[in-house]
């Protein structure tokens, strides 16, 4: 697929069946699948649905639920302000650096999961093959 660069401001966004994605969004419902390549997600507020990536994804969000599922790289959210995370079926490492609240809930991961800093909502932890690093609380 090609690579795609999109920028929404508002409404909701339905994006499928691309190569590598860049998406800047600033409101709405996002829905992302069949992404080809690497993904890159900066979201303002609204729910956030991710399946079915063949690179990386990475993420900032900073209100709005977080659905991901079905990648066959890594996954990095760098800053989730507020809503719950669910993270399942990632084929390498999860690294989660920052959330403010809401739970996170991770399952199916094919390498390690590291959550550097977890403000309130507590995380819960399915099937994950390597190591699971948590902050102390």
Do not use: Y
């Not at 063949?54 to 302000?81: F, N």
């Not at 690294?95 to 094919?110: P, T």
């Not at 800093?117 to 819960?124: L, P």
């Amino acid at each position: 697929g090609i690579a795609v660069d999109v920028d929404d401001s508002s409404g909701e966004a339905e994006i499928r069946r691309v190569g590598a994605l860049r998406v800047r969004d600033s409101s709405g419902e996002l829905a992302i699948e069949d992404v080809g390549g690497d993904l890159d997600v900066t979201d303002s507020s609204g729910g956030v649905s991710i399946a079915r990536v063949a690179g990386d994804v990475r993420l900032t969000d900073s209100s709005g639920e977080v659905r991901i599922r079905e990648v066959r790289r890594g996954v990095v959210i760098d800053d989730d302000g507020s809503g719950e995370i669910v993270i399942q079926d990632v084929a390498r490492d999860v690294l989660v650096r920052e959330d403010g609240s809401g739970g996170i809930r991770v399952d199916g991961i094919g390498g390690s999961l590291t959550v550097r800093d977890d403000g309130s909502g507590g995380v819960r932890v399915g099937r994950v093959a390597g190591e699971v690093r948590l902050p102390r609380k």
